[in-house]
């Protein structure tokens, strides 16, 4: 017998929608009336919150990846349920937080509860079956959806309203979920994990785009933030009064983490002129290779939580 512990967080797989249409929150999670006969499997059930997924931030991931770690030694699998906005962003928070042996799978819905073709009970369902498979251990937290199980380090939502919303275009889908299978394309290097105690730190995300100055920059480095992450253009550049508005967080030492602006490769220093990333990082700046700005805010709240000195910092965020 598998001991799985549920998670529901809210999201639009515990809404319904109305007679008009809008998609709510009710008082009652529909998934709690979810009855699954899955051979083998017990279910704890637990309603952490019922957010929808823009309401939950760090302090929220930080209260899951506790109830996560309080579970270790009495469950053999966690299934969370979240809203789709953030839910790479929690999946990756607790990828990067919690080193258990046991699998962790995320899911959600495109379509809530009454909704013709809603997904989310479907995908509820499969969560339950990727969870309580031995394959799916050590392979770091996953999100399951729409028949694809993806890894937390690459996944991003990718379309407003498809149901085929999540894809990891960096390192394409790892898993894929059958009638009768569960079947996984690949393994992957396991990453570094952190302890969190505490998720204080202000690091916003800025997108860089065509004429940006550095007067944004500047004024951000006035209000006393811990960091900055900002989607540079193409594989990590900026314009000339953008990297002297970079110079000016760098010269306050605030950290300044470089990922793309486009969604799929790697960032990394290659153009040699100021703004140029070579220059950007010869000037300080840490370049972190395959992830979105939203999870690179993450991975630099996480290290400067622990306090990691420059170098430390540097070799985390540039690793995979
Ligand atoms: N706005 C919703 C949320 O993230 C979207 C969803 O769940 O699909 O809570």
């Not at 059930?45 to 930080?62: A, D, K, Q, T």
């Not at 809203?83 to 995320?106: Q, R, W």
């Not at 031995?134 to 028949?147: H, K, Y």
């Not at 002297?244 to 002129?273: C, K, M, T, W």
Request: proline share 4%.
């Amino acid at each position: 017998m598998k001991n799985i512990l549920v998670l529901h967080t809210g999201g639009t797989i515990a809404m319904h929608a109305d007679a008009d249409g809008d998609v709510e929150t009710g008082p009652d999670n529909p998934l709690n009336q979810a009855d699954f006969s899955l051979p083998d499997v017990q279910l704890t059930v637990e309603n952490i919150f019922n957010l929808p997924s823009e309401y939950i931030g760090p302090e929220h991931m930080l209260q899951i990846q506790q109830r996560i770690l309080a579970a270790q030694g009495q469950v053999d699998g966690v299934v969370i349920t979240h809203g789709t906005d953030t839910l790479e962003e929690t999946a990756y928070f607790l990828d990067n937080t919690l080193d258990v042996d046991f699998p962790i799978a995320m899911t959600g819905a495109m379509r809530s509860a009454n909704e013709l073709g809603s997904d989310g009970l479907y995908n509820y369902q499969t969560a339950l079956r990727v969870a309580a498979d031995d394959q799916s251990a050590n392979r770091g937290v996953l999100v399951v959806m729409n028949d694809e199980i993806h890894a937390a380090r690459f996944v991003t939502k990718t379309h407003t309203t498809n149901v085929a919303t999540f894809a990891s275009p960096v390192s394409g889908t790892m898993g894929l979920i059958t009638k009768r299978r569960i079947i996984y394309l690949y393994d992957l290097v396991p990453g570094k994990t952190f302890p969190i105690q505490a998720v204080s730190k202000n690091i916003p995300v800025l997108k860089a785009y065509a004429g940006m100055n550095g007067q944004l920059l500047e004024l951000l480095a006035a209000t006393g933030i811990d960091g900055l992450v900002i989607e540079a253009l193409g594989a990590g550049n900026l314009g000339q009064e953008a990297a002297l508005g970079v110079q000016h967080l760098l010269n306050r030492q605030i950290p300044v983490v470089i990922v793309s602006r486009s969604f799929n490769g790697i960032a990394e220093p290659v153009y040699d002129y100021l703004g140029g990333g070579t220059q950007l990082e010869k000037a300080g700046a840490i370049f972190a290779a395959s992830i979105n700005g939203q999870k690179a805010r993450l991975k630099l709240l996480i290290g400067l939580e622990n306090h990691l000195n420059k170098a430390a910092l540097n070799d985390y965020l540039h690793q995979f």
